[in-house]
T-cell receptor, first 113, second 113 residues
Framework: GAVVSQHPSWVICKSGTSVKIECRSL??????MFWYRQFPKQSLMLMAT?????????EQGVEKDKFLINHASLTLSTLTVTSAHPEDSSFYIC?????????FGPGTRLTVT | KNQVEQSPQSLIILEGKNCTLQ??????????LRWYKQDTGRGPVSLTI?????NTKSNGRYTATLDADTKQSSLHITASQLSDSASYIC????????????FGTGTRLTIIP
């Protein structure tokens, strides 16, 4: 089956710094990648949708200047959390789609101190 | 508004027993319904995907049913194992292609020995 990886799996950063999370489709070309965040005991919430080579589409309420998304190739998308604050601490999950099905990555746990 | 509701919110059963999780949705126009298993701190893993023409689909000890008329789905787990302890998420898609998914809040299943 299709495999999606994320790196890092967990990261701790200080308030005010930026952190980058990578999402890779390992065995297929992903024309679209999605970024989600998940708070404890809650379901996944879509943050943005990105298509290779074009700007990401952000969901209402998600600050595009704070959560920078780059989908530079058909196998890689990155999410950069800029000027992170403790309230940005969450579980970030990406998914990749080469057709109609989405395949999810293992997630990245971000803790901002 | 597209919504997916799951019940129960949490469930505890003895190892070896069967259980059934429920999902009701109001997503329209309906394209497909998916059940995912999400272990704590991990990304969702697909169990089954059903289109409107499919009434049931099995994946090992997991059997999903779909009633597109009543907009209900269930996930039946047979002979539960300790490793089945996880959150089970019902997700409904409204379009083919790179569509947005509507996520249920999940059922937290705990298997006790």
């Amino acid at each position: 089956g299709a495999v999606v990886s994320q790196h890092p799996s967990w990261v701790i950063c200080k308030s005010g710094t930026s952190v980058k999370i990578e999402c890779r489709s390992l065995d297929f070309q992903a024309t679209t990648m999605f970024w989600y965040r998940q708070f404890p005991k809650q379901s996944l919430m879509l943050m943005a949708t990105s298509n290779e080579g074009s700007k990401a589409t952000y969901e209402q309420g998600v600050e595009k200047d704070k959560f920078l998304i780059n989908h530079a190739s058909l196998t890689l998308s990155t999410l950069t959390v800029t000027s992170a604050h403790p309230e940005d601490s969450s579980f970030y999950i990406c998914s990749a789609s080469g057709g109609w099905e989405q395949y999810f990555g293992p997630g990245t746990r971000l803790t901002v101190t | 508004k597209n919504q997916v509701e799951q019940s129960p919110q949490s469930l505890i059963i003895l190892e070896g027993k069967n259980c059934t999780l429920q999902c009701n949705y109001t997503v329209s126009p309906f394209s497909n319904l998916r059940w995912y298993k999400q272990d704590t701190g991990r990304g969702p893993v697909s169990l089954t995907i059903m289109t409107f023409s499919e009434n049931t689909k099995s994946n090992g000890r997991y059997t999903a049913t779909l009633d597109a008329d009543t907009k209900q789905s269930s996930l039946h787990i047979t002979a539960s194992q300790l490793s089945d302890s996880a959150s089970y998420i019902c997700v409904v898609s409204a379009n083919f292609g790179n569509e947005k998914l509507t996520f249920g809040t999940g059922t937290r299943l705990t298997i006790i020995p």
